[in-house]
Nanobody
């Protein structure tokens, strides 16, 4: 079993900042990619940012230059620093990890966090 504990969401004014954290634990041999997705009401879930085990990052165009994803491999934790937040960033943010269960199993598994609400409003 895998657990993802997300934290850091909340209400912030436009132009403000928030930092999301997602810590993974459980039956994990190694973690490959980690990422953040978001889903606004009435919209599909979309990728916000992702980071590979080697540190390569990928961002949605809408957040480039404002959001920064990072990870602490020793803690199996991924972070999302969100600056210059806009009302359109309002959504539930979900953590996702791609991981391996053991050296004997080449399957890469995925797991979602429970989501954390981010609301940007004055």
């Amino acid at each position: 079993q895998v657990q993802l504990v997300e934290s850091g969401g909340g209400l912030v004014q436009p132009g403000g900042s928030l930092r999301l954290s997602c810590a993974a634990s459980g039956s994990i041999f190694s973690i490959d990619a980690m990422g953040w997705y978001r889903q606004a009401p009435g919209k599909q879930r979309e990728l916000v940012a992702a980071i590979t085990s080697g540190g390569t990052t990928n961002y949605a165009d809408s957040v480039k230059g404002r959001f920064t994803i990072s990870r602490d491999n020793a803690k199996n934790t991924v972070y999302l620093q969100m600056n210059s937040l806009k009302p359109e960033d309002t959504a539930v943010y979900y953590c996702n990890v791609k991981y391996y269960r053991g050296s004997y199993d080449s399957t890469r598994y995925g797991y979602w966090g429970q989501g954390t609400q981010v609301t940007v409003s004055s």
